[in-house]
């Protein structure tokens, strides 16, 4: 699967310290293309990654998995994705721009094979749902489905389409009408111990971890160090 | 630090299920804002968290957390992250906007309490590696400085600032121009085992998390269920 060029980060070390490796863009640009997503996927460290449910205008529900969710502001509530090229990732983008409605699920250990198993390229007429194995859930609140197996699921409406040039890519922005926990709940000031509900994070483009809290830190005020 | 609007979400169980609640959007926006801002900044998962190191024209450092960054393409290799309301967050983005360039650097278990404590709003004539106790590195690659103590770190030179006009914040998009590793490469296929480097993530606005590796997963195809 992967050609010569793979090796190539290893001729890179430097000599500045034996455990010391460093790449150039020239590096990364000459590297063959699935090294070169891993790698920058990793670089960029862990990463929220969840379902995204939508429908189409004739009731055909999509599911897919994505991985560059970003929080863009909490009032009001605003979560971004990236969607990549058009050609790349039609249908979810498609469903979004006709109803104007998704819902983003999180993703347990219990079934990560199967949340995975969406990112394949299904055609249009096939939902993602039931070639999976994973259950439609629709509620009142928004026309496109939430994944029944998730705990932690929120549905959005669509804000704002924003054309990223540099890559043909879109910042996807929606605003959060809704969202709905199952055994679990805020803790007193707000947070949600996620990890205690089995969501998982990604790293790179295939890779998914649980994770473990080390510790939440007071509100950083500045302070004398004398 | 709670106000009584923290328990507002108690009244939201909707007796559907023992173990369900559900928020409207009309609950969330009458939250008390530290509360709204944990609970939106769980409900999207597990974050990326890094330090982006920066100079001013006058050869001023800077350090500070950001918890918003979000993978934009691979070739080129692009990393976005989300800058909050100038007047919120004005150092490292007029820094950026000044020189073209950044660096992102992982936060690791051995040094989340110095990370955290950068996120203070110290004045623009401050080091927050001087005030933190983290040691600014310069490297020819880039004016802006890199976080030694960090074992996964890259630099960015400045594409794209777009507006976010929703809510006044902005999506800055940097190419990464090298990057740099410390006991710790790339596997065969270019992934990078960044729990094995003690990387944490975020979630909510102050919890850190380690990470554990439960599977890869092969890159998913079509398959028949039946």
Redesign the interface.
């Known amino acids: ?2 050609n010569d060029q ?1 090796n190539q ?2 001729k890179c070390l430097k000599g500045i ?1 034996f ?7 020239s590096d ?2 000459g ?1 063959e ?18 379902l995204i449910g939508t429908v189409n205008g004739e009731g055909q529900t999509n599911l897919g998995v994505f ?14 994705y ?1 969607n ?1 090229p058009v050609a790349a990732a039609p249908h979810t983008f498609a469903n979004i721009q006709a109803t104007g409605h998704y819902t ?1 699920n ?1 993703i347990h ?1 219990a079934f ?2 199967k949340a ?7 055609p249009a007429d096939v939902s993602e749902f ?2 999976v ?1 994973l259950t439609p859930q629709f509620l009142d ?1 928004s026309p496109a489905p939430f994944v029944l197996e998730s705990r ?1 699921k ?1 549905a959005l409406s669509l ?2 389409i ?1 054309p ?1 040039s ?2 043909d ?1 879109f ?1 996807v ?1 929606g ?9 679990i ?8 111990p ?2 205690q509900a089995g ?3 990604s ?2 483009v ?18 004398s ?1 004398r």
């Open positions: 699967m992967q793979t980060p290893l310290s455990h010391m490796a460093s790449f150039t863009s990364i640009s590297w293309r699935f090294y070169r997503a891993n790698f920058i996927n990793s670089l960029t460290g862990f990463k929220s990654v969840s991985s560059s969710l970003v929080h863009i502001g909490s009032n009001p509530a605003l979560v971004g990236i990549r983003i999180h250990t990560i094979d995975h198993q969406s990112s394949a390229k299904y039931e070639e194995g609140v932690i929120y804000e704002q924003i990223i540099l890559n890519t910042l922005i605003k959060v009408i809704y969202a709905e926990l199952t055994d709940l805020p803790m007193e000031d707000g947070f949600l996620i990890d969501s998982v994070c790293n790179g295939d890779g998914y971890y649980s994770a473990e809290l080390i510790s939440r830190f007071e509100y950083a005020k500045v302070k160090k």
